[in-house]
């Protein structure tokens, strides 16, 4: 089995579509399936079965994978040994989330840009539910997460730092400067926000469904703020997001405690073996990312 088709193979079982494994690889969609055949025919088995513009494993397929995923992470493993004299090198795929990628990453990866220019970083900005799935399919190497649970399945995690949320209004707003708000006090605010699937969103959402405040969906967390900013509502944030805003005063902050905690993740496929050069990112990531939630 030549190493090449394997790595194909593991790409197409990961995204199961020829058109987007040909597309991550750079080639044309023929050879993905010239590829996919000669596997096929030097092992003797259908490796995936075709259904109309879908495929699927086979069960052939489904053993073949986790000792394709062996062996192409140790070929990667060797040409790190190799090149373990020079500088750390090669491309890292990483998931992560907006108020992640703004306010708690600059510092990582400035870092890296600076001290390690022979890896690449490419920075995929996507959810929980979606960073996880590309975790476990292979599509990313490394994904942060911000969630309140800290066991995932089918991936290892570390806890980087909790991250401590704030509901956030303007200063003219009705409820700035009231003390011990409850949930209920809530039920005529508007409230801003950014899109679904963010945890802090809908968790905070979650706890108001009883009263169900109207909601106003901004999408990003600088359009939240300048919403929440304008008087148009509050909006449940991460404290490291509006840290700015709190000081100057444009924002102020709520006397109204979540009754959830998140925690701010690193993640990889369980089982993976990590090159060297993500390894480095990740203790930088645990490093970096700690010392930045410290309290002054």
């Known amino acids: 089995m030549e190493l090449r088709l394997l790595v194909t193979f593991e790409k197409v079982a990961d995204v199961l579509s020829f058109t987007r494994a040909a597309a991550d690889l750079g080639y044309a969609q023929s050879s993905v399936t010239g590829q996919i055949r000669s596997l096929e025919t030097s092992l003797g088995v259908e490796l995936f079965e075709r259904l109309g513009s879908r495929i699927r494993l086979t069960e052939a397929g489904e053993r073949l994978l986790p000792y394709a995923r062996r062996m192409t992470e140790l070929a990667e493993e060797a040409r790190t040994a190799v090149a373990s004299a020079g500088d750390p090198s090669g491309t890292i795929a990483v998931g992560t989330m907006e108020s992640l990628t703004s306010y708690r990453l600059p510092p990582l990866l400035e870092y890296f840009h600076h001290r390690y220019p022979?890896?690449?970083?490419?920075?995929?900005?996507?959810?929980?539910?979606?960073?996880?799935?590309?975790?476990?399919?292979?599509?990313?190497?490394?994904?942060?997460l911000m969630e309140p649970g800290t066991e995932h399945e089918g991936l290892e995690s570390e806890v980087l730092a909790p991250e401590p949320l704030v509901l956030v209004a303007g200063p003219g707003h009705p409820l700035a400067g009231r003390t011990g708000l409850t949930s209920a006090d809530l039920a005529a605010a508007h409230l801003v926000g950014t899109e679904p699937g963010c945890p802090y969103r809908d968790l905070f959402e979650e706890e108001l469904r009883e009263w169900a405040p109207p909601f106003m969906e901004f999408g990003t967390i600088e359009a939240t703020k300048r919403g929440v900013t304008s008087g148009l509502g509050v909006a449940l944030l991460p404290r490291v997001t509006v840290a700015e805003e709190l000081a100057s005063g444009t924002l102020v902050a709520l006397d109204w405690e979540a009754p959830f905690t998140l925690f701010t993740q690193v993640a990889w496929r369980r089982g993976k073996k990590l090159p060297a050069h993500v390894r480095l990112f990740v203790e930088q990531a645990r490093r970096l990312v700690s010392e930045q939630s410290r309290p002054a």
């Open 118 to 144: 022979k890896v690449r970083l490419t920075l995929r900005p996507t959810l929980g539910d979606a960073t996880r799935q590309a975790l476990r399919q292979g599509t990313y190497d490394v994904g942060f």
